[in-house]
């Protein structure tokens, strides 16, 4: 299960951020899940909802699915055309010269913290990340969550 692996992935790095940024508690993890990657947005969240309520830090915590349209681009007539809907053949000219041009991506967009030094009743959300270089998938190939399941 692909999505269990991310899942890992994302909570670890999370954590990571939550220890740098002294936050106890994180409100919500926006991910952004191309329209043709290999993850399920549904899976995605079972996943996280379980793995999440077995963490302090990440309980209550929200992942949220951001899709990315799939964008496929054709080398011989430099147009780009909607993947889902015509595959590998461009449909301006037939060609199968073309290439992904976005779509199949699956990275942190944005980790969303409650702040608690502000204020009691004064909490406001702040973002603290914003990167979506990171590449949850390269880091946890599929078949490799036995060996980092926790229980
Ligand atoms: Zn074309």
Not at 37 to 47: A, F, G, K, R
Not at 132 to 137: L, P
């Amino acid at each position: 299960m692909h999505e269990l692996g991310i899942v890992f992935y994302i909570a670890d790095k999370v954590e990571k951020v939550a220890a740098e940024n002294n936050v106890s508690q994180i409100k919500s993890v926006t991910m952004e899940i191309g329209e043709v990657s290999t993850v399920i947005p549904e899976y995605l969240v079972d996943c996280w909802n379980w793995k999440a309520a077995k963490s302090d830090l990440l309980k209550g915590c929200e992942l949220k699915v951001d899709l990315v349209p799939a964008v496929t681009f054709c080398e011989d007539c430099q147009q780009t055309y909607e993947t889902v809907k015509y595959g590998k053949t461009c449909p301006n000219c037939g060609s199968g010269n073309t290439y992904l041009v976005q779509g199949d991506e699956h990275n942190i967009k944005e980790i969303e913290v409650l702040d608690e030094n502000m204020q009691p009743g004064e909490k406001r959300e702040e973002y603290i990340e914003r990167d979506s270089s990171i590449e949850t998938g390269a880091y946890m190939p599929m078949g490799d969550t036995e060996d980092i399941r926790e229980d």
